[in-house]
């Protein structure tokens, strides 16, 4: 196989590891955070800028992810009521794309 990046060849793992992510099959989250919560630790811990610049990347990333009605909302568990399946994929996905560099 081959290894593409927008069309193009590349096996340059530098550039695949900057401009590509992995979300599981299945969503690795805690459930008894919120949507925000969840996006801004995950913030926290993979980039280095200052807390106003990471709080206004989770807050896009949220925007852009459609889950802005749902931020406050916790995540929940098989034990504890929370966003819906599609919304859980989304946190997930969001989770990851917040610790790419802008």
Same mark, same amino acid.
């Given at each position: &196989? !081959?290894?593409? =990046?927008?069309?193009? +060849?590349? /096996? #340059?793992?530098?550039?695949? $590891?900057?401009? /590509? &992510?992995?979300? +599981?099959?299945?969503?690795?989250?805690?459930?008894? =955070?919120?949507?925000? !919560? @969840?996006?801004?630790? %995950?913030?926290?811990?993979?980039?280095?800028? +200052?807390?106003?610049?990471? $709080?206004?990347? *989770?807050?896009? *990333?949220?925007? #852009? @992810?459609?889950?802005?009605?749902? $931020?406050?909302?916790? *995540?929940? %568990?098989?034990?504890?009521?929370? *966003? %819906?399946?599609?919304?859980?994929?989304?946190? @997930?996905? /969001?989770? !990851?794309?917040?610790?790419?560099?802008?």
């Amino acid at each position: &196989g !081959e290894v593409r =990046l927008n069309g193009a +060849p590349t /096996a #340059n793992h530098q550039v695949m $590891r900057t401009n /590509a &992510g992995f979300v +599981p099959q299945e969503d690795l989250l805690l459930g008894f =955070l919120t949507v925000e !919560e @969840s996006i801004q630790f %995950s913030a926290d811990l993979q980039l280095k800028a +200052p807390a106003e610049q990471r $709080r206004k990347m *989770v807050d896009q *990333v949220i925007r #852009n @992810s459609g889950l802005d009605g749902v $931020r406050k909302t916790k *995540v929940g %568990s098989q034990v504890v009521r929370g *966003v %819906s399946g599609g919304e859980k994929r989304r946190v @997930s996905i /969001a989770v !990851e794309v917040v610790g790419f560099k802008p």
